[in-house]
Each structure stands twice: as C-alpha cells, then as structure tokens.
C-alpha cells in the first residue's frame, strides 16, 4: 500500500530538520546522506525519493529555518511578523544576540551558523540563505517604520545595519575559542543594535 502523501510530507520535513540540525554542527562538507537519514531514524535507500541531490536537501534545510525553528524561536521571543509594532525590532535584537541563542547550536540560526559553507555553495543554496537575511530585513524595516516613519532608502540602510550587526556579532562570538571574548563580542553586538534600533 503505497504511503499517502501526509506521510511523504512529514517524512520529507523529518528528514530536512535532521539535515539542518546536522548542517549546524558539523557544516556541509562533513555531513553525509548516511548520517541525516540516521538522524531522521530512515534507511539510506529513501532519500532520493525526496531529493535528488545533497546540496537539494541543503537548500531546504536552510530554507526550513524561516517557518520551522525560526518560527518557533521567534513566537517563544513574543516576535509576530504578522503583527509588526513598534518594538518589534527590539523584541528581534534582544532574542537574536541572546546568550540562549549563541549557546544553541542545534537551533541556531544558518546565518550565523553556515556563512561560509554558503558562500562556497551553489546558487540555490545561496538563494535559500538570502531569503532568511530578507525576511530579518523587512522585520526590522516593519518594525523601525512604526516607530519612527522615515525615508524608505533610510529604514532600509537602518534595517540592513541592524541585521549585519546581527548576524555579523554572532558569527563573530561563535568563532571565538574564549568564551568571555564571545561574550563580549555578543553583548557589544546587542548594545550597539539596540541604540540604533531607537533613533
């Protein structure tokens, strides 16, 4: 009896979930197809049914981020893009440079965890990790209109220097082998962004 197509979904979001939590600890280059099906509790044999390559299922395993973890995250951070106010970009800042979020690696964010793997990736992959940095962007754009109209080329160079300070603090604060280095690296990202985010 063939499997419904509920089931193949749920396997599919399994088997992407264990990829991207794979993906986050040991990069790409370092994970097989044999290791994410393991995660996933499935055999080798059923992967290309779902995917027809490695760098496919990266692609989405970065993708997924967005509206599985991502979600997640920002619901348990009180952030609704739905529903943008005026704190919202504070509300992104605080969680987004917490020490939780550096200290998770599992549930980190790819930006932070997979920047140079992705640089080094193809354009499908790229274009995956580009649509998380867009979505952050137009969070705080949201958020920082609300709280201050302004020119829209100005929100956006405000929302694009939230996000690089963002991503870029905690690229940084991962990078480093002394943790009080990382945190300072963190909270100078986090001070930093927050008094932009109230100009």
Known sequence: MPYSSEHKQKTRTNIVEAARILFNRHGFRDVTIDMVMEEAGLTRGGFYNHFESKEALYAEAVASFLMGRGAQWRAEAGVDPMNPGPDIARQMIQAYLSAEHLGDLDGQCPMIALPSDVARAN???????????????GLFENGLNMKKPKPNSETRQQALSLAALCVGGMVLARSMPDSVLAEE???AAYHAATEMAVL
Do not use: N, T, W
């Open 123 to 137: 354009l499908k992959v790229q274009s995956s990790y580009q649509g998380l940095l867009e979505a952050m962007v």
């Open 185 to 187: 690296i963190r909270l």
